[in-house]
């Protein structure tokens, strides 16, 4: 789990770098997890307006959704909960293929 | 997350302080709790403090609940380090096996014969003295101190550098009868016996190891146990 607060650092530098260009910045925080899921509670994703990412929530199954929402967030203010796994209908379009469940915090930077 | 506390979670990180986020996941309010303070948008109840300490101490991230709220506690503790003092043969095995562990290790042994690259190939190396080397590598409570070099001259001068620390984890190397003779040498330094009674030595887990890589694993196998809180903890 150290490995993953140094990870954590990371996505945060890359944050801080994307703020003092003055890009807007969303975070995502895995926040809970079911049945196997390939990222652990605590991993952080840090997206820019313009859809640059750094982190992962996922092995890459659902990073282009969240980043979808990171922009809808960072239009509109709002914190969003979002679920990904085998029990949403989103689940065949960005699901997780491993069948595992997964529940994901995106909130601004401002 | 307000960029105010953003920002003070990257000095946190900078400085290799452990914090805590609380987010209220209800509201989207925000509190970033340090080791003995805490700032953000609400100040956390006394009563809800302890979990969150716990959350830290063990490294684990997650969501509680306190009273009718759902919180997610973001824990952003800095990488585990282990400083071993002595570029000895059971250094060599130790080093890896922590890096693996997922620690920063550096090894401090003014013998330059001893702490060569060709040695600890990709392991970060520091000749000078133990208690100049631990001076500017200030351990902290995610550190783990390690005396490995069986000479006085080496060890005595960074365990008493390390127990003025809060480092989780101080051994030495060495049997009882060494470890005892340690105890009387360190006394006429000022450690009492409390300070003393920190020094996990004969270092390691009694696994009966016997080869260098044997008890490098039995030193990892007790930091985890003292870090993690396994049992007969302080043994």
């Known amino acids: 789990m150290s490995l993953l607060s140094a990870d954590s650092a990371t996505v945060l530098e890359q944050a801080a770098i994307w703020l003092a260009e003055g890009r807007p910045v969303a975070l995502a925080s895995v926040i809970a997890t079911w049945g196997s899921s390939p990222r652990p509670v605590g991993s952080l994703m840090a997206i820019a307006a313009d859809g640059a990412m750094a982190g992962s929530v996922s092995g890459g199954c659902i990073e282009g959704a969240v980043v979808y929402e990171a922009q809808a967030v960072l239009a509109d203010g709002e914190p969003r909960l979002l679920r990904f796994g085998i029990s949403n209908d989103r689940a065949w379009e960005v699901g997780l293929a491993c069948g595992g469940q997964v529940e994901i915090y995106v909130e601004p930077v401002r | ?235």
């Open chain 2, 1 to 235: 997350m307000k960029r105010r506390l953003f920002e003070a979670v990257r000095r946190a990180q900078a400085d290799k302080r452990p914090v805590a986020l609380v987010t209220d996941l209800g509201t989207g309010l925000q509190t970033l709790v340090h080791a003995d303070a805490q700032e953000g948008d609400v100040a956390l109840e006394e009563e809800f403090l302890p979990q969150v300490r716990e959350a830290m101490r063990l490294d684990r991230s997650g969501i509680v609940e306190f009273y009718d709220g759902r919180f997610f506690i973001t824990v952003l503790n800095p990488p585990l380090r282990l400083i071993l003092v002595g570029a000895v043969h059971i250094a060599q095995s130790l080093a890896p096996m922590a890096v693996l562990a997922g620690y920063d290790v550096t090894v401090v042994d003014p013998r330059r014969a001893f702490a060569s690259d060709a040695r600890f190939p990709d392991i970060a190396l520091n000749h000078d003295w133990p208690d100049e080397a631990l001076a500017a590598l200030k351990p902290d409570a995610r550190t783990a101190v390690v005396a490995l070099t069986h000479d006085p001259k080496l060890d005595d001068p960074a365990l008493v550098a390390a127990l003025a620390g809060p480092s989780f984890y101080v051994g030495a190397l060495g049997s009882r009868r060494t470890h005892a003779q340690r105890r009387e040498r360190l006394a006429a330094a000022g450690i009492d016996d409390s300070a003393f009674a920190r020094i996990h030595g004969p270092v390691g887990l009694d696994l009966g190891a016997v080869t260098p890589a044997e008890i490098a694993l039995s030193i990892l196998a007790q930091m985890v146990q003292v870090l993690r809180g396994g049992p007969k903890v302080g043994t």
